[in-house]
């Protein structure tokens, strides 16, 4: 008996129904009945179109095929009259048949499914044994198993959704061309997707590439500057220039571009080497740069300083270079208090106390003992930070003043 095919009738689809031989009803015929197990309609069309429930519950009650499960002891024995006794085929239990539709009465199985049972005339014909085993085919077994299918006694599924081996390949079929047409039109959107992921890797390799050589072409041009510097500040002996060349050099080397990653190379990316001391510029300049960080981190006050220091080295030439630049770091602090450490900011030098009432105060090198200039160069100092940081006191201001007075 062939199960689990997919009839058509009347632009229908049925499932045919699944036997195993044993009745699992719950009923037995009496006298003429015929119990029989009818096809179902399928829940998914071949064009996979999922259909409504309702609307396979009431197809499924017209069937008109189905599996005799078991016939009475009286039926097919006699015509419907009595009159004469039954001639020709008698349907047995397993038979596919043919009945009138919506005959016979429902009765919903012990195991769940729902049967009918009906009298012997409503049923019409037995379908022929050679088209209902056609599953037997062999080929037709093959072709469905590597495609896939496996016999009932194999299936781990639901056993309501086992379909014999044409059955697969029918269903297989019709799905088949869907599924391709589906897998073509996303085939080539993600081959799409690709090509532009490429485009999009090779647009940003290039532009990265671009990048890196317009930073090294900056960094060369910035370095040429740089030495142009120092050699002009060695050639007229400017040693303050000097020093700031040397200094904004090795700054610049710090943060040289690095070359680009080779995928054949492991080794890791060159460390830019350290400066050297150049012999001809004199230690004093490189102990007066280390001893004031302000010249290389304030860029006012190292211009101040270059200044100061050009105008010392023309009013004081008899003096050496450390005496000179010592001048110019009392002068910058005067005009760049703030920058330096205070190291009594915590604890001020005590003033003494006023001698009388109405005195100035005993005080030789109090803010009062200022000259007016430098008591005036701290009110615009007071004013210019008002709001934005904690100014220097009077008295600390009055004591940067006479240690550092020249």
């Not at 015929?34 to 017209?62: C, F, K, N, W």
Request: aromatic share 8%; hydrophobic share 40%; glycine share 6%.
């Amino acid at each position: 008996m062939r199960e689990g095919r997919i009839l058509k009738f009347d632009q229908q689809e049925f499932v045919v129904s699944v036997w195993d031989g044993v009745n699992r009803a719950g009923y037995v015929p009496l006298d003429d009945k015929i119990l029989v197990l009818a096809d179902v309609h399928a829940e998914m069309t071949s064009g996979a179109v999922q259909l409504p429930a309702e609307y396979v519950e009431r197809q499924t009650l017209a069937a008109e095929h189905g599996t005799v499960i078991a016939v009475g002891p009286a039926a097919f024995r006699w015509n419907d009259d009595g009159t004469r006794q039954w001639v020709g085929t008698i349907p047995a239990a397993g038979d596919r048949v043919y009945f009138e539709r919506y005959a016979g009465q429902l009765l919903k199985g012990e195991d769940g499914r729902l049967y009918r049972l009906m009298s012997q005339r409503c049923i019409a014909a037995i379908a022929v044994a050679a088209a209902v085993e056609a599953d037997a085919d062999p080929e037709v077994e093959a072709q469905a198993r590597r495609m896939g299918w496996v016999p009932r006694d194999d299936f781990r599924g639901d056993a309501e959704k086992w379909r014999p081996a044409r059955d697969f390949l029918d269903r297989g079929m019709t799905l088949l061309p869907v599924l391709q047409q589906q897998y073509r039109a996303l085939d080539g959107r993600y081959a799409s997707m690709q090509a532009q992921l490429r485009d999009s890797q090779k647009a940003l390799a290039d532009l990265t590439e671009r990048t890196r050589r317009a930073d090294e072409r900056a960094y060369q041009r910035a370095v040429r500057d740089i030495e142009g510097r120092r050699q002009a500040a060695v050639a007229s002996g400017d040693t303050t220039a000097f020093a700031v060349a040397e200094r904004d050099l090795q700054d610049l080397r710090d943060t040289a571009p690095l070359p680009p990653a080779r995928a054949e190379e492991a080794a890791p990316a060159p460390v830019p080497a350290p400066v050297e001391r150049v012999e001809s510029m004199p230690v004093e300049i490189m102990d007066f740069v280390q001893a004031n960080p302000w010249f290389s981190r304030n860029a006012e006050a190292r211009q101040d300083a270059i200044a100061i220091q050009s105008a010392v080295d023309r009013q004081h030439p008899g003096l050496s270079l450390a005496e000179r630049l010592e001048i110019t770091r009392r002068k910058v602090r005067q005009l760049h208090p703030a920058l330096f450490e205070n190291r009594r900011r915590e604890a001020p030098p005590p003033v003494s106390p006023s001698r009388g009432e109405g005195g100035r105060g005993g005080n030789p090198r109090g803010f009062d003992a200022l000259p007016v200039e430098a008591r005036r160069e701290y009110d615009r100092y007071a004013r210019a930070l008002a709001g934005k940081g904690k100014p220097l006191t009077k008295d600390e201001w009055a004591g940067y003043y006479w240690e550092n007075d020249a």
